[in-house]
């Protein structure tokens, strides 16, 4: 290999463990869940890896470095022989544990600044890309920890709803809306049994598919009262942590359907 002697230099935070991120570079099918089908790694020294684009570009590569869950290093080069011959690069790719979440910093080295330069959107594009494949994975249950987050409001055993709450939501929870400027579950737990109290039988239920993307997750409810009557509707917006527990929760209503 030649002077890699110009470098391009990426850093995006993954709202995910660092060891779930690290998976996506020990098992070929996480990694073409983010490359595309039929893209391989072995992470083992001397390893091979093969990125498939969906429109058909090949890029070969073999590890020269593997530090789980830290760091792994690769050469990098497409199989046409341009921009970037085989075996004509460099990727280093670095995780650090920052709060529960990871912070990802990727270097590409390369021997000319014009190759380099052709890679700059691609990266931006491809760790974008990454960073929501890994969030999709965590949050895969939303909806279910979101159908038991509305569930809770109407459940009467007070210690089963803390036990819910306690189990899809953080302990520094801070929920807000029209009526309502809660941190913390200790807080929260006392604001729905009030809830209950003055809006007796009342159940919010979710409407439609959650809509995600990188950690927040966007569902629509309606409301029902006792005899099964729509008494309202609107759209709560989650917020959810690096271990799939939510963390912040904004509601919004919907303006009253006209008479």
Request: contains cysteine.
């Amino acid at each position: 290999m030649s002077a890699l002697a110009h470098r391009l230099d990426r850093t995006i935070v993954i709202n995910a463990p660092r060891e779930a991120v690290f998976r996506y570079f020990t098992d070929s099918s996480h990694w073409a869940k983010w490359w595309g089908a039929g893209s391989t790694i072995d992470s083992r020294l001397g390893g091979k890896i093969y990125i498939r684009h969906p429109e058909g570009t090949e890029v070969v590569g073999e590890v020269v470095e593997v530090t789980p869950p830290e760091r792994i290093v690769f050469t990098y080069g497409y199989v046409k022989g341009t921009p970037v011959p085989v075996g004509g690069s460099r990727v280093t790719i670095q995780l650090a544990a920052d709060r529960g979440a990871t912070h990802l910093t990727l270097t590409h080295e390369f021997a000319d600044a014009a190759a380099r330069d052709e890679h700059i959107q691609g990266w931006r594009y491809q760790l974008s890309l990454f960073s929501n494949v890994v969030a999709d994975e965590i949050n895969s249950g939303a909806a279910g920890v979101i159908d038991a987050w509305f569930d809770s409001w109407a459940e009467p055993d007070a210690a089963k709803r803390e036990k819910t709450l306690d189990r899809i939501a953080s302990a520094d929870i801070r929920f807000h809306d029209r009526y309502s400027n809660i941190s913390t579950l200790p807080e929260l737990f006392p604001h729905i049994a009030a809830a209950q109290h003055f809006m007796p039988g009342l159940r919010m239920k979710r409407s439609g598919d959650v809509r995600h993307c990188q950690g927040t997750v966007l569902a629509d409810f309606v409301i029902v009262g006792p005899d099964g009557a729509e008494r309202g509707s609107g759209t709560n917006v989650f917020v959810f942590g690096p271990g799939g527990k939510i963390e912040t929760l904004t509601g919004f209503m919907n303006p009253p359907k006209p008479v």
